[in-house]
C-alpha cells in the first residue's frame, strides 16, 4: 500500500486474476510439477531459442482508479509484437485443466494490456507457451488483441477486485488503528517476560533477526507475540507467521491469541490455524477433483462466499474453518490455503514456511509482503530442516514395487536397478558417503521418472501405492540432486535380503544453513526462541542467521534455592561401562527417592539402556513404583504414561532422552520433583555421524561439538526443564556422568544452576 489523496491498494497481476478468474472445479488429478529449478530452467531454455532483441522478464504495472497492478511478463518479442505467457509443465499437454488454461489467458490479457499502455501499443499477439520438462517442447497457443479490447478485459477483472480491495483497505486501517492502541493482554508482564517483548518489538523495528534464549514460564508465546503485533502499524507489517514443531505449540499460539482477543474484543484481527492435508481431508478414500469428491466440484464457483464468511468470522482453528468450509460445500484444506492470503496472523507447522515448496514463503515473495516469522521452539529447526532437505531410495520397497509395476514400465526400472547395483557393486563395507551423486544413476533415475510421468499422464485412473510412494519419492530425490553440494551427503548403506543385495540411498542434508538463508531473508523480521539455543555461533552456523542477528538470554525468573543440580561424577555413562553403571545409577535414584519421595522421571540413552536399568531398579527396589516409555507409543499410551504424575502420586517413570516426554510436557508442582540424566545425550558413534562431524570440522573448525556435544546437551537441558516449570516449583537434577565435571560441558548448562557433586554412598 502506498500513500496519497487516497490510499492505493497494490495486487499482483497473478493474485488479483487467481482472485477474478478461476472458476469450476478443483482438480488436482495427476499433473506433476516441475520444481522451481526445473521451472527456472524451462523458462531459460525458451527464452533462449527467442531471436535477438526479444526482452525476457519485463516490468509492467498499471493504475485502475486506486488499484495500482503490477508483475512481470515472461517474455515480449518486438519482431513479432507477441507477448508471452511462458508455462512449464511434465507429461501430456492434453492433461492441463481447461480452467488452469482459463487462467492463464487471464493472466496473459493482464500483462497484455499493461504492455500496450507502456508502449503506447494498439494492437498485439498474446501466446501462451507451455514447455514439456522433459521432452523440452514448447505447445504455443495465440490470440491478438486490439489494445481497446485489452484495456475493457483489464478494468473489467479491476472492476471485479475493486469491492474486495476496498474492504481489505478497510480492514487493514481498523486493524492497524486498534493495534496501535492495544494493550497487554494481562495486568503485568511476568518476570522475563517484558525484556523478550522489548527485544522482539527493537528486531521488527530495525527489519533484523532475533535468537531468544528464554526459560520456560515466562510466557513466551505471548511475549513475542503482543509485540509483533504492536509493529504491525508502525513496521507496516502485513503478516505474521507464528511456526511451530508441534501441534501443541500451534494450541499455545492459538490461546496467546485468544487471550489478546479477550483483553480487546473489538479487535478486527484474522488469525488462521494452518492444518497437514491428511488430517484436514473429509474424504481420505477420494481424489481430489470434481468428478470424485464433492467437495471439489465446484469449487471456485463456490470459494468467493466460502471466503467472505470464513474472514467474518476472523478466529479461524480448525474446527471453524471445517465449518465454514463443510457449509458452503468446499474443501477444509484448500480453503484454508486460500485463506492464508487473507488473514493477518497465520500459525503452522515449520514446513509452511522453511519447506522447499513451502505455501507461506511462495506467497510472500509473490506478493512481496512485509512478514514477520516467530519461530517456537527453535531448537528443533536443525534436525526437523535435516529432514526436510533429505531424501531416501529404498532399494528392496523398489524391488517390490517393480513385481507389480505395469509392464510398459519394464524397460526404464529394470534400467534403473542395473545402475542401482553397479553403484553398490564395488562397494565392500556396510557404508559409504560419496563426495557427489553419480551421473549414470541420476541419469537412469531420470529417465524412469519420465517414464513414470508419462504412464501416469496417460492412465490418469491407474491405482498402485507402491509405484506411485516411488514416484513422489524419486522426483523429491531428483529435486534435491540438482542442488547437491557440501551442505549434504550422498550415502550408499546396504544390507543383506535372502540372497540378494539391497541398498538405501540417501541425499542426507547435514548443514541446513544454505536452505534456510532466503528464508530469513525474505522475511521482515525473523525471531527464533526457545528454552535451548546456545551456544548462538552454533545455531546461527547451522541455520544460516544473517551475521548481524541480534542475541538475548532472557534473564529466568527462577532461582537457584528452586532446583537443586547435582553431577554424579563417579559413575560413566559410556557405552564399554554400561554394565557396571546400571547397580549404582540404580541406587543414587532410590536413595534419593526415599530422601524425598514423589514423581520422578529417569531419563536414558537408548531403550535398550533404559530397559537394564528399569529391571535392575525393579529387582532391588521392589517397592517403588515404576513406569515406562516403550517403543511407537501412540497417543493415548503417551497420555496414559503422563497420567501416572499426579500431585499425590509417587514413584519414577523411564523415559528416553529426546523422546516424547524429554521437551514439550507440562508437570508443575507436586507432578514432578526430580529428574536423573544418564547420559550426555550425544548423537550414536556411526558412520553417518562421523561424516557428519568431519564436515562440520571442515565448515567451522569444532566437528566433535557440533556434531556430537551441542545437539547432546541441548536435549539434557531440555529435560531437565521439566523439572521447575513455575515460580512454586522446588526440584532436584541428577546429571549421571563423570563428563559433566568438565568445564566446558558445564558452560553450556543454563546460568542460574547452582551446581555441586551429588554426595557419596
Known amino acids: 500500500?502506498?500513500?496519497?489523496?487516497?490510499?492505493?491498494?497494490?495486487?499482483?497481476?497473478?493474485?488479483?486474476?487467481?482472485?477474478?478468474?478461476?472458476?469450476?472445479?478443483?482438480?488436482?488429478?495427476?499433473?506433476?510439477?516441475?520444481?522451481?529449478?526445473?521451472?527456472?530452467?524451462?523458462?531459460?531454455?525458451?527464452?533462449?531459442?527467442?531471436?535477438?532483441?526479444?526482452?525476457?522478464?519485463?516490468?509492467?504495472?498499471?493504475?485502475?482508479?486506486?488499484?495500482?497492478?503490477?508483475?512481470?511478463?515472461?517474455?515480449?518479442?518486438?519482431?513479432?509484437?507477441?507477448?508471452?505467457?511462458?508455462?512449464?509443465?511434465?507429461?501430456?499437454?492434453?492433461?492441463?485443466?481447461?480452467?488452469?488454461?482459463?487462467?492463464?489467458?487471464?493472466?496473459?490479457?493482464?500483462?497484455?494490456?499493461?504492455?500496450?499502455?507502456?508502449?503506447?501499443?494498439?494492437?498485439?499477439?498474446?501466446?501462451?507457451?507451455?514447455?514439456?520438462?522433459?521432452?523440452?517442447?514448447?505447445?504455443?497457443?495465440?490470440?491478438?488483441?486490439?489494445?481497446?479490447?485489452?484495456?475493457?478485459?483489464?478494468?473489467?477483472?479491476?472492476?471485479?477486485?475493486?469491492?474486495?480491495?476496498?474492504?481489505?483497505?478497510?480492514?487493514?486501517?481498523?486493524?492497524?488503528?486498534a493495534l496501535a492502541a492495544l494493550r497487554f493482554p494481562h495486568a503485568a508482564f511476568r518476570p522475563g517476560q517484558r525484556q523478550l517483548a522489548e527485544a522482539a518489538y527493537r528486531a521488527a523495528s530495525s527489519g533484523r533477526c532475533l535468537m531468544a534464549q528464554a526459560p520456560t514460564g515466562i510466557g513466551k508465546t505471548v511475549g513475542t507475540m503482543f509485540p509483533l503485533l504492536k509493529a504491525c502499524p508502525t513496521q507496516e507489517l502485513d503478516k505474521i507467521f507464528f511456526?511451530?514443531?508441534?501441534?501443541?505449540?500451534?494450541?499455545?499460539?492459538?490461546?496467546?491469541?485468544?487471550?489478546?482477543?479477550?483483553?480487546?474484543?473489538?479487535?478486527?484481527?484474522?488469525?488462521?490455524?494452518?492444518?497437514?492435508?491428511?488430517?484436514?481431508?473429509?474424504?481420505?478414500?477420494?481424489?481430489?477433483?470434481?468428478?470424485?469428491?464433492?467437495?471439489?466440484?465446484?469449487?471456485?464457483?463456490?470459494?468467493?462466499?466460502?471466503?467472505?464468511?470464513?474472514?467474518?468470522?476472523?478466529?479461524?482453528?480448525?474446527?471453524?474453518?471445517?465449518?465454514?468450509?463443510?457449509?458452503?460445500?468446499?474443501?477444509?484444506?484448500?480453503l484454508g490455503q486460500e485463506l492464508a492470503r487473507w488473514c493477518d496472523v497465520v500459525v503452522g507447522d515449520y514446513n509452511y514456511y522453511f519447506d522447499s515448496s513451502a505455501l507461506l514463503h511462495g506467497l510472500t515473495l509473490d506478493n512481496q509482503?512485509?512478514?514477520?516469522?516467530?519461530?517456537?521452539?527453535a531448537h528443533n529447526l536443525i534436525e526437523r530442516a535435516r529432514k526436510m532437505y533429505s531424501a531416501e531410495l529404498d532399494q528392496a520397497a523398489f524391488h517390490f514395487m517393480r513385481q507389480s509395476a505395469p509392464a510398459a514400465l519394464k524397460k526404464s526400472l529394470d534400467r534403473l536397478n542395473r545402475a542401482w547395483n553397479a553403484l553398490h557393486k564395488e562397494q565392500g563395507e556396510p557404508y559409504r558417503a560419496y563426495p557427489e551423486i553419480p551421473s549414470k544413476f541420476a541419469g537412469a533415475l531420470q529417465q524412469a521418472i519420465s517414464a513414470v510421468t508419462d504412464f501416469l499422464a496417460e492412465n490418469p485412473t491407474y491405482v498402485n501405492s507402491g509405484l506411485q510412494r516411488f514416484y513422489f519419492d524419486a522426483l523429491h530425490f531428483s529435486r534435491l540432486s540438482e542442488s547437491f553440494d557440501t551442505h549434504s551427503l550422498f550415502d550408499v548403506a546396504k544390507e543383506q535380503h535372502g540372497a540378494h543385495v539391497r541398498s538405501t540411498l540417501c541425499i542426507r542434508n547435514i548443514l541446513p544453513a544454505p536452505f534456510l538463508a532466503p528464508r530469513f531473508a525474505t522475511a521482515r523480521t525473523t525471531t527464533l526462541f526457545s528454552a535451548t539455543l546456545s551456544p548462538w555461533h552454533f545455531y546461527r552456523d547451522m541455520l544460516g542467521m544473517p551475521q548481524d542477528t541480534a542475541c538475548i538470554d532472557v534473564e529466568s525468573p527462577f532461582t537457584a534455592e528452586q532446583l537443586t543440580?547435582?553431577?554424579?561424577?563417579?559413575?560413566?555413562?559410556?557405552?564399554?561401562?554400561?554394565?557396571?553403571?546400571?547397580?549404582?545409577?540404580?541406587?543414587?535414584?532410590?536413595?534419593?527417592?526415599?530422601?524425598?519421595?514423589?514423581?520422578?522421571?529417569?531419563?536414558?540413552?537408548?531403550?535398550?539402556?533404559?530397559?537394564?536399568?528399569?529391571?535392575?531398579?525393579?529387582?532391588?527396589?521392589?517397592?517403588?513404583?515404576?513406569?515406562?516409555?516403550?517403543?511407537?507409543?501412540?497417543?493415548?499410551?503417551?497420555?496414559?504414561?503422563?497420567?501416572?504424575?499426579?500431585?499425590?502420586?509417587?514413584?519414577?517413570?523411564?523415559?528416553?532422552?529426546?523422546?516424547?516426554?524429554?521437551?514439550?510436557?507440562?508437570?508443575?508442582?507436586?507432578?514432578?520433583?526430580?529428574?536423573?540424566?544418564?547420559?550426555?545425550?550425544?548423537?550414536?558413534?556411526?558412520?553417518?555421524?562421523?561424516?557428519?562431524?568431519?564436515?562440520?570440522?571442515?565448515?567451522?573448525?569444532?566437528?566433535?561439538?557440533?556434531?556430537?556435544?551441542?545437539?547432546?546437551?541441548?536435549?539434557?537441558?531440555?529435560?531437565?526443564?521439566?523439572?521447575?516449570?513455575?515460580?512454586?516449583?522446588?526440584?532436584?537434577?541428577?546429571l549421571i556422568d563423570d563428563r559433566f565435571a568438565r568445564l566446558n560441558v558445564r558452560a553450556l548448562l543454563p546460568r542460574w544452576w547452582k551446581v555441586e557433586p551429588a554426595p557419596e554412598s
Open 369 to 377: 509482503w512485509h512478514a514477520a516469522v516467530l519461530v517456537d521452539e
Open 565 to 734: 543440580v547435582r553431577i554424579a561424577g563417579r559413575i560413566s555413562t559410556r557405552y564399554r561401562q554400561r554394565a557396571q553403571s546400571l547397580a549404582p545409577i540404580a541406587e543414587l535414584m532410590a536413595r534419593q527417592y526415599r530422601e524425598r519421595p514423589g514423581n520422578y522421571l529417569a531419563f536414558l540413552s537408548s531403550f535398550d539402556y533404559l530397559r537394564d536399568v528399569a529391571e535392575l531398579f525393579r529387582a532391588r527396589h521392589p517397592d517403588i513404583p515404576t513406569w515406562e516409555q516403550s517403543r511407537r507409543m501412540d497417543e493415548q499410551e503417551r497420555e496414559q504414561f503422563l497420567a501416572r504424575f499426579t500431585p499425590e502420586g509417587c514413584g519414577i517413570g523411564f523415559a528416553v532422552l529426546g523422546g516424547a516426554f524429554a521437551e514439550g510436557i507440562d508437570l508443575p508442582g507436586e507432578r514432578l520433583v526430580g529428574a536423573f540424566v544418564a547420559t550426555l545425550g550425544l548423537p550414536q558413534f556411526n558412520p553417518v555421524n562421523e561424516q557428519i562431524r568431519e564436515r562440520m570440522e571442515a565448515a567451522f573448525g569444532a566437528g566433535h561439538d557440533y556434531a556430537y556435544l551441542y545437539p547432546g546437551l541441548q536435549k539434557v537441558v531440555q529435560a531437565a526443564g521439566r523439572v521447575i516449570r513455575t515460580q512454586s516449583d522446588r526440584g532436584v537434577v541428577y
Open 243 to 334: 511456526l511451530t514443531a508441534k501441534t501443541s505449540g500451534r494450541a499455545l499460539a492459538l490461546d496467546a491469541l485468544g487471550q489478546i482477543r479477550r483483553s480487546a474484543p473489538a479487535l478486527p484481527l484474522r488469525t488462521l490455524e494452518l492444518i497437514a492435508r491428511d488430517k484436514a481431508c473429509e474424504h481420505p478414500d477420494k481424489a481430489c477433483h470434481g468428478e470424485s469428491c464433492p467437495l471439489a466440484r465446484g469449487f471456485y464457483d463456490r470459494l468467493p462466499q466460502a471466503r467472505q464468511a470464513a474472514l467474518a468470522a476472523g478466529a479461524l482453528d480448525r474446527a471453524a474453518t471445517r465449518a465454514v468450509a463443510l457449509e458452503h460445500g468446499v474443501c477444509p484444506y484448500y
Open 1 to 177: 500500500m502506498a500513500g496519497g489523496r487516497r490510499v492505493k491498494y497494490t495486487v499482483a497481476v497473478r493474485a488479483l486474476t487467481e482472485f477474478t478468474a478461476r472458476k469450476g472445479d478443483l482438480d488436482l488429478r495427476f499433473t506433476p510439477s516441475p520444481s522451481a529449478q526445473e521451472g527456472i530452467a524451462g523458462h531459460g531454455a525458451v527464452t533462449a531459442r527467442r531471436a535477438a532483441g526479444y526482452h525476457a522478464e519485463v516490468s509492467l504495472s498499471g493504475q485502475y482508479k486506486h488499484l495500482l497492478v503490477r508483475g512481470r511478463a515472461d517474455g515480449y518479442d518486438p519482431a513479432l509484437n507477441q507477448l508471452e505467457e511462458i508455462k512449464t509443465y511434465k507429461g501430456k499437454f492434453d492433461a492441463i485443466p481447461d480452467n488452469h488454461r482459463h487462467l492463464h489467458w487471464a493472466q496473459a490479457k493482464m500483462y497484455g494490456w499493461l504492455l500496450c499502455q507502456k508502449m503506447g501499443l494498439s494492437e498485439l499477439r498474446l501466446a501462451l507457451v507451455y514447455f514439456e520438462i522433459g521432452s523440452q517442447t514448447e505447445t504455443v497457443l495465440v490470440e491478438e488483441h486490439a489494445a481497446a479490447e485489452l484495456q475493457r478485459y483489464f478494468e473489467e477483472q479491476c472492476e471485479r477486485f475493486l469491492a474486495w480491495a476496498d474492504r481489505e483497505l478497510a480492514h487493514r486501517a481498523a486493524r492497524d488503528q
